[in-house]
């Protein structure tokens, strides 16, 4: 069953509920031996029913990914945790993910695995991936120069935002098609990898803020923005949304935003107000299905649609705001 789609649980910052603990990312996972760790997994979900179960994982689990069963047309999730982490919010989140679903409670495994075996079946399913004017490529292979592409260096040891997901795919297609705009003012919210204020960063030789709610992602995206040599340029800060001072203080000419659908709608209003006349925002994490109700809760703060993307079943939208 090979690897269609892999994603983290730091890719999408939506991904977030009070009173969920951060693992300890001090160190990668390959080199923590604090705990044992174990795989947990679902089986034959319907492609709808992902989003929902990805979620729930993610309570509990450093890292989440799912493989799709071109046989049977139906998806695995998978995620890795420290053995009996967060069981209460898992079960909790397990039941309410089949409930959104509106599906029977799937069975979940669990199984001892070590660290190093993980980590050498993530690495070999994170091959380099080019995508628009961008390519992105994990450390563990050669780093030779790339003409004509922005390389991107990621870690697939830490497995956060590898850019395999359709919705960072979708948004990076965007931000090429508009970077001639040269927008100098940039946020991305719920960075997760940092992987689009990377892309910013290295594109436009310009600041850019990535806020993430969780303490881990804004740790991993300033690691991120060192590896690639834009440490100067992108400030990694912990924040809930537009809550934070040092997000809505701001007026922006580019926002990034791959997070959740119904997030997505809840913040349309700060979005709007804090996007500059002629400003252009990036929003993704949702499934095509949901584009219409994202769409429509921008409209509503008279924001235009100006571009749709599709990446399999996730859409990415580009709105504008009018000058």
């Not at 990312?25 to 679902?42: C, G, H, K, M, V």
């Not at 070590?114 to 450390?139: C, D, H, K, Y």
């Not at 580019?254 to 119904?262: G, S």
Request: hydrophobic share 45%; net charge neutral.
């Amino acid at each position: 069953m090979p690897p269609a789609e892999e994603h983290s649980a730091a890719e999408d910052g939506e991904l977030n509920r009070p009173g969920k603990r951060a693992p300890d990312w001090d160190t990668p996972l390959s080199r923590r031996r604090t705990e044992p760790l174990e795989l947990l997994a679902i089986e034959g979900l319907a492609e709808a029913a992902v989003p929902a179960f990805e979620a729930a994982l993610q309570t509990a689990c450093v890292t989440v990914a799912y493989f799709r069963d071109e046989p049977s047309d139906t998806w695995r999730i998978e995620g890795v945790r420290e053995a009996g982490a967060h069981e209460d919010a898992l079960t909790g989140a397990l039941a309410l993910a089949a409930l959104i679903a509106g599906i029977d409670p799937p069975v979940l495994t669990a199984e001892p695995i070590e660290a190093e075996g993980w980590l050498a079946r993530t690495v070999q399913s994170f091959a380099e991936m080019p995508i628009g004017r961008f390519l992105i490529r994990p450390t563990h292979v050669p780093n030779p120069p790339s003409f004509g592409r922005i390389v991107l260096r990621l870690d697939a040891g830490l497995a956060f935002g590898s850019g395999e997901h359709a919705s960072t795919q979708g948004c990076l297609l965007a931000f090429g098609a508009m970077a001639h705009r040269r927008p100098r003012r940039v946020l991305d919210l719920g960075c997760g990898s940092a992987i689009l204020a990377l892309a910013a960063a290295s594109r436009l030789h310009v600041p850019v803020l990535a806020t993430d709610i969780e303490p881990w992602s804004v740790r991993i995206a300033g690691q991120n923005a060192v590896l690639n040599g834009v440490g100067r340029l992108i400030r990694a800060r912990l924040a809930d949304g537009w809550k934070q001072r040092a997000v809505k203080t701001g007026v922006y000419d580019l926002i990034f935003a791959n997070i959740l659908a119904r997030p997505l709608c809840a913040m349309a209003r700060d979005l709007a107000d804090h996007l500059a006349p002629g400003g252009t925002a990036i929003l993704a994490g949702l499934l095509g299905t949901q584009a219409r109700m994202v769409l429509a809760a921008h409209r509503r703060q008279g924001l235009v649609l100006e571009r749709r993307i599709d990446v399999g079943p996730w859409t990415t939208l580009v709105l504008r705001r009018r000058g």
